[in-house]
């Protein structure tokens, strides 16, 4: 069955300071898609990246960086420097590649509070 | 245009009412997606199209749950004899194709309210 965890459902950080947000997801296909997205207080959900199961390369895209590593079935989000615009609940996500309806499934979020 | 359209924003509904909430796709997107957002940010999965067919409707509770896309038309969700449970958010995302590299653009959503 699939699942996406994301055990930390709050995390408070002061303004520059780098915090990771972590994802661990199970999946029994061998092709498979992951993506975070970013739901800020107005409530629209951000599309922020996705990742194949065949690309375990890690990316970098300004203060965003995603760490993926197959062999611990997880996807990690680091902002670097964080800014009190980061502030959001960011949702990791699974679709499986196999299953004909790419329906994502969805972690329960961590809520990201940054302070000035 | 380059947005997926979800109206109303807002709507309030007395238990037992009927709601209906709409979708207009991005054009040219033959995937479209429904979500439930309950409280605690738990998202579930309703129903996809292929254009107008059915594509999964695995996570639809069928009794009171409906949704239609027709041509030419905004797509629609409708909750017969809404519940205080069915109180959500509720977002629909569209798609060039199941899968594309920017995944799914999602709609603004549209929370309803059941008092």
């Known amino acids: 069955a699939q699942k996406v965890t994301q055990a930390q459902t709050e995390i408070s950080v002061v303004e520059k300071e780098d915090v990771t947000l972590d994802c661990v997801y199970e999946t029994r296909d061998t092709t498979y898609y992951l993506f975070w997205y970013k739901q800020p207080p107005s409530g629209e959900l951000v599309f922020l990246i996705r990742r194949n199961s065949f690309d375990e390369q890690n990316e970098i895209s300004g203060r965003y960086s995603w760490n993926f590593q197959k062999s611990t079935s997880s996807f990690n989000f680091t902002i670097t420097a964080s800014q009190v615009v980061d502030s959001a609940v960011y949702f990791c996500a699974l679709s499986e590649g196999m299953d004909s309806s790419y329906k994502l499934i969805f972690g329960s979020g961590t809520r990201l509070l940054v302070r000035p | 245009g380059e947005e997926v359209a979800q109206t109303p924003k807002h709507l309030v509904r007395g238990e037992g009412q009927k709601a209906k909430l709409y979708c207009a796709p991005i054009k040219g997107h033959s995937y479209v997606f429904w979500y439930q957002q309950v409280l605690k940010n738990e998202f579930k999965f309703l129903i996809s199209?292929?254009?107008?067919?059915?594509?999964?409707e695995t996570g639809m509770p069928k009794e009171r749950f409906s949704a239609k896309c027709l041509p030419n038309s905004p797509c629609s969700l409708e909750i017969q004899a809404t519940k205080l449970e069915d109180s959500a958010v509720y977002f629909c995302?569209?798609?060039?194709?199941?899968?594309?590299?920017?995944?799914?653009?999602f709609g603004s959503g549209t929370r309803l309210t059941v008092v």
């Open positions: 995302a569209s798609s060039h194709q199941r899968q594309t590299n920017y995944g799914y653009t």
């Open positions: 199209f292929q254009n107008e067919n059915v594509f999964d």
